[in-house]
């Protein structure tokens, strides 16, 4: 059997309202725990909320590290979302876990000065895309997308930083290589700016 769009699940949750979204849109995503049917797919959502310790250890016993590498080197279009994106780098210092390493880099946790700003960072804040990429065109200045995060994705090399947010600093929105695109804020809780960059994950064909 291949299924147009597989979420992957690996017992991270919130893989339902990403189900519902991609329906929003005129998709039909099934979720799988299955790596041979996320080596089928057409395409892949790594969705994902919780702690990256418990999410490796997930991927790793259900064999979902391996097919998520290999679909990702077949040049599927791969899509992750917050703890998705998070554990796709090398490294996490959420419990000091190695993660998948599709992209160079390091996911960090948010430590701040000013006491009024609380972690996680919850809520609406502008996205502000950097480079160019097909899931980021049309988001114009003051377009907001929702955040739920404790830790953000930072990328080795400047070429895998998309998108930026601000939380009393600037940290890495969106990140992408290749075939691989992955956004930190919530596309499924997002609204109208969230569904369309869904839309254009469903009509992409991995190519930036």
């Known amino acids: 059997m291949t299924d147009s769009i597989v979420i992957i699940d690996y017992d991270a949750g919130n893989l339902r309202s990403v189900q519902r979204a991609c329906a929003e849109v ?23 909320v919780g702690a990256a310790g418990s999410a490796m250890r997930s991927l790793r016993r ?6 998520l590498r290999q ?4 040049g599927k279009p791969v899509l992750g979302i917050c703890l998705g994106l998070q554990i796709s780098l090398d490294h996490s210092e959420e419990q000091n876990t190695p993660t998948l390493g599709l992209i160079p880099g ?21 996205v502000r895309p950097v480079r ?4 980021l065109e049309g988001i114009a200045p003051g377009d907001e997308f929702y955040f739920v995060h404790a830790y953000y994705p930072a990328p080795e090399r400047e070429a895998n930083l998309y998108a930026l947010a601000t939380y009393e600093g600037d940290f890495a929105a969106a990140v992408g290589q290749g ?16 569904l369309r960059l869904l839309r254009r994950f469903i009509d992409w064909d991995g190519q930036c």
Request: glycine share 10%; charged share 25%; net charge positive.
């Open 26 to 48: 005129g998709a039909a995503a099934v979720i799988s725990n299955d790596p041979q049917r996320v080596l089928a797919a057409e395409r892949v959502i790594f969705p994902g």
């Open 62 to 67: 259900t064999g979902l590290d391996a097919a």
């Open 71 to 74: 679909a990702v080197e077949a």
């Open 106 to 126: 390091a996911t960090k946790r948010f430590r701040l000065d000013r006491p009024e700003l609380k972690v996680p960072h919850m809520g609406w804040n502008e």
């Open 132 to 135: 160019a990429h097909p899931l």
């Open 179 to 194: 075939n691989y695109f992955g956004a930190q804020f919530h596309p499924e809780k997002s609204g109208r700016f969230g």
